[in-house]
């Protein structure tokens, strides 16, 4: 199925840090265009050891894209009630801590009398006062892989599904091409016809009146000749064939599976190169606009590609 680069997914698991207390785990699964596949991580300390697990998941899920991981945790609600009933629940005072502290405050207020005494959540708050419960390492291992899988499949989810929109707006614009060579094609001919008329007629004035001593036959002659060439000139039959080639082989990719950006981005430039073929080959303006309109709609799906994996 054809994906998208960008897509979010996200997904939550709990860590026991033990003595009853439950910690929920947040994890976010973000991607980006890019032209490679580029990875970053911002986990905490405690998920830290998930980050090859993690890496190696992406790899083996996705081609190209960048794709942002974070992780983010926070006590559950239910453990204000697990410290009711467990007072060392959510934590040991380090009592060492506590003198230290208290001995740094009373030198800094001998010097500062005016300073105001440390609040009981500053203190709480300070490194090392309170050892609160962290979990063991296999456990915030597993929930942060656990965590990262779901994430990680909702994002493809998300990708997978952009990427089927991204088809229909791209198949939408491939039938609007189609209908503008449909019309402006079958009028070529008879443009190149007018215009071989009225360059015949300049042609027959200007080498008439330089080369008198010409005969007919030899005047008429070296026209055709100057017709022929300026006819090869600007017709664009080859150029509709290879649009229309070139269209079918847009519509042929986007019907098929798997990674399709590099090679939708290859035939939007041979597109590209055709629409200014025609522009420059024009011998009217019904063309040069159609070639205008070609190229603006070429510019909206490149646009698009870049958005396809």
């Known amino acids: 199925m054809i994906s998208s680069m960008t897509g979010y997914g996200s997904a939550s698991r709990q860590v026991s840090l033990g003595a009853g207390v439950l910690a929920d785990l947040q994890m976010e699964c973000r991607a980006v265009n890019s032209r490679f596949l580029d990875l970053g991580f911002r986990l905490p300390d405690e998920c830290r050891a998930a980050e090859p697990a993690l890496r190696e998941m992406v790899t083996q899920s996705l081609g190209r894209g960048k794709v942002e991981f974070r992780a983010a945790w926070r006590i559950n609600s239910n453990g204000a009630a697990a410290s009711k009933a467990n007072p060392h629940a959510l934590g040991a005072l380090n009592q060492d801590a506590v003198d230290a502290l208290y001995a740094l405050q009373e030198k800094v207020q001998a010097g500062f009398p005016q300073a105001e005494p440390m609040s009981v959540s500053e203190i709480l708050r300070w490194s090392g006062v309170l050892s609160e419960p962290r979990g063991d390492e296999d456990g915030w291992l597993a929930a942060t892989v656990e965590a990262g899988r779901a994430a990680l499949s909702a994002l493809m989810d998300s990708r997978a599904a952009e990427g089927q929109a991204l088809v229909k707006v791209l198949l939408n614009i491939t039938q609007k091409m189609r209908e503008i060579v449909a019309k402006v094609e079958p009028l070529i001919p008879g443009y190149v016809a007018q215009y071989q008329e009225k360059l015949t007629e300049r042609l027959s004035?200007?080498?008439?009146?330089?080369?008198?001593?010409?005969?007919?036959?030899?005047?008429?002659?070296?026209?055709?000749?100057?017709?022929?060439?300026?006819?090869?000139?600007?017709?664009?039959?080859?150029?509709?064939?290879?649009?229309k080639t070139h269209l079918?082989?847009?519509?042929?990719?986007?019907?098929?599976?798997?990674?399709?950006?590099?090679?939708?981005?290859?035939?939007?430039?041979?597109?590209?190169?055709?629409?200014?073929?025609?522009?420059?080959?024009?011998?009217?303006?019904?063309?040069t606009q159609a070639a205008l309109e070609l190229k603006l709609l070429i510019e909206q799906m490149r646009e698009q590609v870049q958005n396809l994996e």
């Open 205 to 243: 004035e200007a080498l008439a009146a330089q080369a008198q001593a010409k005969s007919g036959a030899e005047l008429m002659e070296r026209i055709r000749q100057e017709v022929v060439l300026y006819a090869v000139r600007i017709d664009v039959a080859e150029e509709f064939a290879r649009l």
């Open 248 to 287: 079918q082989a847009v519509d042929l990719a986007l019907a098929g599976k798997g990674p399709v950006g590099k090679r939708l981005d290859f035939l939007m430039q041979e597109l590209n190169r055709e629409a200014n073929t025609l522009s420059s080959k024009s011998v009217a303006e019904e063309c």
